[in-house]
């Protein structure tokens, strides 16, 4: 009988690891869903501005997110190659949290310069405590549907911290401002650092790397990134990320526009936003057991097609008709939820993949797709995001054209859902099935046997 690798995963290591996801939470949900309405209305900048910023930190990330790889893939410590970063970064990741969301007293141009340099250097340090964070849930166990679970618990975390920030956001901000957004934005977040230095602590304490590249791997910059794009299941998930995450920034920043301007009640988004993440905490315990009855590749096109038909549907609602928009994000959310853990069990996969092709593992370089997808998405969704409203000729604080108004609709709900439903696309090309995953597991722990 072949010995698996950390097969099984304690209860308490499933929990410590996923509050990692939380910690990372309570700060990229600020900038997922409010940052661009902070930009517009509190900080003082234009929308087009601010969509700029976005996409420019999206071309260092292209630098930014594979060096971060191939330095996780190269450090060796007694805590591992993943989890030193957890305990380096936080600090850093929770400073620049607050920078981001403070509102100097600069001019106009001086604004956009400040607003520039921390949001790119936030996203920088995101790479760095992120990339390892994902590389780690690949290198905690060796077996796939393990890692399954394992997501499973990193993303209902990942939605409580969402449910927290997108529910209070907005009411904090208010309390602590007293009539001062810009006072009020910067005392939140200064509370949800907090949290999030200790809860990152608390995954760096509580988890453990197990799975550990060939003894006899030599060090090859080159032939890890040349595997690295003859791998076609990594080079098909590295473009489905892109395009997820560009229609979850489209629509989480355009949501708080259509709330405020579209059914004037902007606070009323706060509720909208948690009830959806109600919505995927229930549907993300769905994704182990439907990914081993019909294997991830097929929740992951289902998902996509069933929810981007329910986001395509909230165009129809008038303002008026609340219960009917409620609904369907209820809909869209839950039908979507199975898939978001699948993205990064499958990129697992595609390290094994390499590994039992080539003899070689880089596990940072091939999540290095991930962080790079997660932010080029949230870049380019949150530049398109800015450009079009800028199209459709939209003014802070003003009651907005019909042109205008029509825009944000489209951003909150066609736009995001034919993106969606064009990922299902590209994974009618994904390789990796069920059988293919068993027959490499047990090849690759016959290995590690025989090199123990």
Same mark, same amino acid.
């Given at each position: !009988?072949?010995?698996?690798?950390?097969?099984?995963?304690?209860?308490?290591e499933?929990?410590?690891?996923?509050?990692?996801?939380? %910690?990372?939470?309570?700060?990229?949900?600020?900038?997922?869903?409010?940052?661009?309405?902070?930009?517009?209305?509190?900080? $003082? =900048?234009?929308?087009?501005?601010? $969509?700029?910023? /976005?996409?420019?930190?999206?071309?260092?990330?292209?630098?930014?997110?594979?060096?971060?790889?191939?330095?996780a893939?190269?450090?060796?410590?007694?805590? $591992?190659?993943?989890?030193?970063?957890?305990?380096w !970064?936080?600090l850093? &990741?929770?400073?620049? @949290?607050?920078?981001?969301?403070?509102?100097?007293?600069?001019?106009?141009?001086?604004?956009?310069?400040?607003?520039?340099?921390?949001?790119?250097?936030? /996203?920088?340090?995101?790479?760095?405590?992120?990339?390892?964070?994902?590389?780690?849930?690949?290198? !905690?166990?060796?077996d796939?549907?393990?890692?399954?679970?394992?997501?499973? &618990? *990193?993303?209902?975390?990942?939605?409580?911290?969402?449910?927290?920030?997108?529910?209070?956001?907005?009411?904090?901000?208010n309390?602590?401002?007293?009539?001062?957004?810009?006072?009020?934005? #910067?005392?939140?977040?200064?509370?949800?650092?907090?949290?999030?230095?200790?809860?990152? /602590?608390?995954?760096?304490?509580?988890?453990?790397?197990?799975?550990?590249?060939?003894?006899?791997?030599?060090?090859?910059l080159?032939?890890?990134?040349?595997?690295?794009?003859?791998? *076609?299941?990594?080079?098909?998930?590295?473009?489905?990320?892109?395009?997820?995450?560009?229609?979850?920034?489209? #629509?989480?920043?355009?949501? %708080? &526009?259509?709330?405020?301007?579209?059914?004037?009640?902007?606070?009323?988004?706060?509720?909208?936003?948690?009830?959806?993440?109600?919505?995927?905490?229930?549907?993300?315990?769905?994704?182990?057991?439907?990914?081993?009855?019909?294997?991830?590749?097929?929740?992951?096109? @289902?998902?996509?097609?069933?929810?981007?038909?329910?986001?395509?549907?909230?165009?129809?609602?008038?303002?008026?008709?609340i219960?009917?928009?409620?609904?369907l994000?209820?809909?869209?959310?839950?039908?979507? @939820?199975? %898939?978001?853990?699948?993205?990064?069990?499958?990129?697992?996969?595609?390290?094994?993949?390499?590994?039992?092709?080539?003899?070689?593992?880089?596990?940072?370089?091939?999540?290095s797709?991930?962080?790079?997808? #997660?932010?080029?998405?949230?870049?380019?969704?949150?530049?398109?995001?800015?450009?079009?409203?800028?199209?459709?000729?939209?003014?802070?604080? !003003?009651? #907005?054209?019909?042109?205008?108004?029509?825009?944000?609709?489209? /951003?909150?709900?066609v736009?995001?859902? =034919?993106?969606?439903?064009?990922?299902?696309?590209?994974? &009618?090309?994904?390789?990796?099935?069920?059988?293919?995953?068993?027959?490499?597991?047990?090849?690759?722990?016959?290995?590690?046997?025989?090199?123990?």
């Open positions: !009988m072949i010995k698996k690798i950390g097969t099984k995963l304690s209860f308490n499933k929990i410590g690891y996923g509050l990692g996801d939380t %910690a990372s939470h309570f700060v990229w949900d600020m900038v997922g869903f409010w940052i661009l309405i902070f930009y517009t209305d509190t900080f $003082g =900048i234009s929308a087009a501005a601010a $969509g700029t910023i /976005m996409l420019i930190a999206r071309i260092w990330d292209m630098v930014s997110d594979p060096i971060m790889g191939v330095i893939d190269r450090t060796n410590t007694r805590w $591992g190659k993943f989890r030193p970063y957890i305990l !970064m936080a850093p &990741y929770s400073v620049l @949290a607050v920078l981001t969301f403070t509102t100097p007293d600069f001019g106009t141009t001086g604004k956009i310069i400040y607003a520039g340099v921390t949001y790119l250097l936030l /996203m920088t340090v995101f790479t760095a405590i992120n990339l390892p964070y994902s590389s780690l849930g690949a290198v !905690m166990t060796s796939s549907y393990e890692r399954a679970g394992l997501n499973s &618990y *990193r993303f209902i975390f990942a939605f409580i911290g969402q449910f927290i920030v997108t529910g209070t956001a907005l009411t904090l901000a309390y602590f401002g007293g009539g001062d957004n810009a006072k009020g934005y #910067q005392y939140t977040l200064s509370l949800f650092a907090v949290i999030s230095f200790a809860l990152f /602590m608390i995954t760096f304490k509580s988890t453990r790397e197990r799975v550990k590249p060939p003894k006899n791997q030599k060090q090859n080159k032939e890890d990134i040349k595997n690295l794009f003859k791998n *076609r299941p990594w080079v098909i998930l590295f473009f489905v990320g892109i395009i997820s995450f560009v229609m979850f920034a489209m #629509q989480n920043l355009s949501v %708080a &526009y259509y709330f405020k301007y579209y059914i004037n009640d902007g606070e009323g988004v706060q509720l909208f936003n948690v009830i959806g993440t109600v919505a995927l905490i229930l549907g993300i315990p769905l994704s182990k057991p439907l990914s081993e009855r019909f294997g991830k590749r097929n929740v992951y096109i @289902a998902s996509s097609l069933i929810s981007g038909i329910f986001f395509i549907l909230l165009y129809l609602p008038g303002n008026e008709n219960y009917t928009i409620y609904i994000n209820i809909l869209a959310k839950f039908t979507y @939820a199975p %898939a978001v853990p699948l993205l990064w069990t499958m990129l697992a996969d595609t390290a094994d993949y390499s590994e039992w092709k080539n003899g070689r593992r880089s596990t940072g370089l091939v999540f797709a991930a962080t790079f997808a #997660q932010k080029a998405g949230w870049g380019i969704g949150g530049a398109l995001a800015g450009w079009l409203l800028a199209l459709y000729e939209f003014v802070p604080n !003003m009651d #907005q054209s019909v042109e205008s108004l029509n825009g944000i609709k489209l /951003m909150v709900s736009f995001p859902g =034919i993106l969606y439903m064009s990922c299902a696309i590209l994974l &009618y090309f994904y390789a990796i099935d069920h059988k293919t995953c068993m027959i490499m597991q047990e090849e690759l722990d016959k290995r590690r046997e025989n090199e123990n």
